[in-house]
Antibody
């Protein structure tokens, strides 16, 4: 069965860089059409898509955050890593890892999410 | 402000049928599949409907999706108290080259 799990720091200071890892199982990121990405949700607010990487290394980023994000994959480890630079309090949110099973379609599976707080 | 619009709230009584809409444009809803998710309090979202009207295995047939033009809808029939949750639509946005979410609809079962 498909599972994804997020890991990383739960607290970062303003201006620091956040690095989150998504470790997944039950599918392969070498399969045509498959992607893994990140979505966040500030407390009490709506979901916001951040970034996505496909099996063929095609990377997609939210236009509003593109300059701060980098997404990479390690297929040997079944892992996708997201880095977000210059963290600010407005970046405090639950960060979700997600699986995409088709090109140009939203995700089907979600990780449980992890809360990241930005505070000095 | 999302490019895909949902009503912020909806409500119904047990047994009723409730519909939640998702409105967009030709560059998102109109040209791409719409997905729907249910988010129960304190949990990750869960896929309810994919490719406009398909239900994943395990999702009750009380939940149904449809799309016409630049709008999509999620219908919940035989409303139950456990359906009280936030519901989000999502689709691909052609010019943004990525997925977009609606702003979410909070469903209250009265």
């Amino acid at each position: 069965q498909v599972t994804l799990k997020e890991s990383g720091p739960t607290l970062v200071k303003p201006t620091q860089t956040l690095t989150l890892a998504c470790t997944f199982s039950g599918f392969s990121l070498t399969t045509s059409g498959v992607g893994v990405g990140w979505i966040r949700q500030p407390p009490g607010k709506a979901l916001e898509w951040l970034a996505l990487i496909y099996w063929d290394d095609d990377e997609r980023y939210s236009p509003s955050l593109k300059n701060r994000l980098t997404i990479t994959k390690d297929t040997s480890k079944n892992q996708v890593v997201l880095t977000m630079t210059n963290m600010d309090s407005v970046d405090t949110a639950t960060y979700y890892c997600a699986r995409y099973r088709g090109l140009y379609e939203p995700n089907d599976y979600w990780g449980p999410g992890m809360m990241v707080t930005v505070s000095s | 402000q999302s490019v895909v619009t949902q009503p912020p709230s909806a409500s119904g009584t047990p047994g009723q049928r409730v519909t939640i809409t998702c409105s967009g444009s030709r560059s998102n809803v109109g040209n791409n599949f719409v997905y729907w998710y249910q988010q129960l309090p304190g949990t990750a979202p869960k896929l309810l409907i994919y490719k406009n009207d398909e239900r994943p295995s395990g999702v009750p047939d009380r939940f149904s999706g449809s799309k016409s033009g630049t709008s999509a809808s999620l219908a919940i029939s035989g409303l139950r108290s456990e359906d009280e949750a936030d519901y989000y639509c999502a689709t691909w946005h052609d010019s943004l080259s990525g997925p977009v979410f609606g702003g979410g609809t909070k469903l209250t079962v009265l």
